[in-house]
């Protein structure tokens, strides 16, 4: 017995016969039934009661059985139909069956048989409900399915946006656009703290009207935001309720989230729907994705600004004292200072992100994260040589190793460089070891240096040859072969100078400081060592290092 009451209709002008079907057989089992004694009645109580199933006499007054199947198939009603016939009424059992007759019942009716056709007529029915609802729930799902990929490629979309667009007026843009995409809605901005007032600033748009557009890049309080910045949760409010804010005008529901740095609101998203639709848990959700990719490119554009700050303050500084020695020491002196703390902070306040202090981060936001954090650790690395070559103290840490091994090492760490910059390293390493007494990580810096500096003027495609032997006198020596652009003669005598750099459009472009192979020859030196280079224009350039071997 099914667990609703499944409907059953009747149709039987033989009152005995109508009365074992309904009240003996169907009702004890739980079926509703309605009983009808004529085929013309049936067709609209067909439409009205909407039964289950019908079961009906081939023999009927007025319309006949048969007509009955005609006009359920005219009306497109798809019924199981079970036929009440006669014996002798084979011909006519047939001919009811191409008319869509479902089973039929041969008279006298028993309750047995009554019971198992109806039973197997409403197995059919039931799993044909069960096809539909299967149907509608795989219809939900798809469209569920297809939300999720949208809501995804926006999220992926903006991630990517966050890695590469440096303009950060047409970031904010794309970020305010994928919050209204990803959530559904009809308009929406993005209003950023300023630094110094402490103001929202409206900094990015997208559908509010004219008269308040006009507000971009202007302190602008939208009524509502305010509470938020306050509170430091997202807040939903929807119909009656926003009437009392000023925004009302623009919609009819809406959702703040806030974006956070450390904790601190920085900003806040809003979106805001014309129709009275409720922003629910997944809507905020998904908001809150799009304000942390808000989150790290606020981090980013204060980082980089910053950066840029103070790597113009050093080019102009550089520039300035350019042919001073005693001028050049001094503004090492100074500027290693000045950066030192700023962008060990920088660096703390990025690695607190990817070390996920502040909560987990998406791949993407990661990735971004993480290649700041290179590129800080970038920077530090040249500071940290620049305050070596402020110092000729003899190396520290000396310790007997296997010049081969460090070269492996050094060949390794550049592999990444090398294949961004598609070109090949090849090491060709001798068999026999070479001691020497060094200081690693210095040596560590010769290496990466000359390795750097190769990769940096190698045409792509190319290879870069790393070479370990022993010189005349004996000494461990090692050759970065490159198959650059070259040196010409005049230049050759001043590559290891400090700042000094030869002008060509690699060097142009990358702004280096010339500091690499300065802090090469001076390293070397130290070690007792001694540093050359030989080159010819277009045929490319090798440098050598030789240093003192282990006793």
């Given amino acids: 017995m099914a667990a609703t009451k499944e409907k059953i209709l009747v149709v039987e002008n033989d009152p005995a016969v109508s009365d074992l079907i309904a009240r003996q057989v169907l009702r004890p089992q739980g079926f509703e039934v309605k009983v009808l004694t004529e085929a013309s009645t049936a067709l609209q109580q067909a439409i009205a009661y909407a039964p289950d199933v019908v079961i009906a006499n081939l023999d009927l007054p007025g319309l006949s059985g048969k007509d009955f199947l005609a006009a359920l198939a005219s009306q497109n009603i798809d019924i199981p139909v079970i036929m009440i016939a006669a014996l002798g009424q084979e011909h006519d059992v047939i001919q009811a069956f191409r008319l869509g007759a479902s089973d039929y019942l041969r008279a006298p009716v028993r309750e047995a048989e009554a019971l198992a056709a109806v039973e197997r007529a409403m197995k059919q029915v039931r799993a044909r409900r069960e096809r539909a609802s299967l149907s509608r729930q795989l219809q939900q ?110 919609g009819k529901a809406a959702l703040v989230v806030p974006v956070k740095v450390q904790k601190q609101t920085v900003a806040l998203m809003v979106v805001m729907r014309k129709k009275d639709k409720e922003y629910n848990s997944s809507d905020q959700a998904m908001l809150a994705g799009v304000s942390d990719y808000a989150s790290i490119s606020l981090v980013n554009s204060r980082l980089f600004r910053a950066l840029d700050e103070r790597a113009a303050s050093l080019e102009q500084a550089v520039e300035q004292v350019k042919n001073s020695d005693e001028l050049k020491n001094d503004i090492i002196d100074h500027v290693t200072h000045e950066l030192r703390t700023p962008l060990d902070s920088a660096k703390g306040y990025v690695d607190v992100f990817v070390n996920g202090e502040m909560g987990s981060l998406k791949s993407v936001q990661r990735d971004a994260l993480v290649s ?162 030989e080159s010819k224009l277009e045929a490319g350039s090798t440098f050598y290092f030789a240093l003192p071997p282990a006793e």
């Fill in 141 to 250: 799902t798809n469209q569920e399915l297809k939300k999720r990929v949208n809501e995804l490629t926006t999220i992926f979309s903006i991630g990517k946006a966050v890695t590469s667009v440096t303009d950060h007026k047409e970031l904010f843009g794309q970020i305010v656009e994928g919050a209204i995409r990803i959530s559904e809605s009809d308009l929406g901005w993005l209003l950023l703290r300023d630094e110094r007032s402490k103001e929202f600033i409206l900094t990015a748009h997208q559908g509010l009207p004219k008269s308040l557009a006009k507000n971009l890049n202007q302190p602008w309080d939208d009524g509502i935001s305010s509470l938020v910045a306050l509170s430091g949760e997202p807040l939903s409010i929807h119909g009656q309720p926003l009437g009392r804010f000023k925004i009302a005008s623009l």
């Fill in 372 to 533: 700041t954090q290179q590129k800080l650790e970038r920077v530090l690395a040249i500071l940290d040589a620049m305050e070596k070559m402020r110092e000729t103290a003899a190396p520290v840490n000396q310790k007997k190793v296997n010049l081969n091994d460090l070269a492996n090492q050094a060949v390794g760490r550049a592999q990444k460089a090398a294949k961004e910059a598609e070109v090949m390293i090849i090491a060709e390493l001798p068999s026999e070891p070479l001691y020497v007494n060094v200081d690693v990580g210095q040596i560590n810096l010769v290496f990466d240096a000359l390795l750097s500096n190769a990769i940096k003027y190698s045409p792509k495609d190319r290879e870069i040859m790393v070479q370990l032997g022993r010189a005349r006198n004996k000494y461990p020596q090692v050759s970065v072969w490159d198959q650059g652009m070259g040196i010409s003669a005049k230049h050759l005598n001043h590559v290891f100078d400090r700042f000094f750099q030869v002008d060509n459009p690699i060097n142009k472009q990358s702004g280096g400081l010339g500091i690499g192979l300065a802090l090469v020859k001076e390293i070397v030196n130290a070690h007792g060592g001694k540093v050359w280079a």
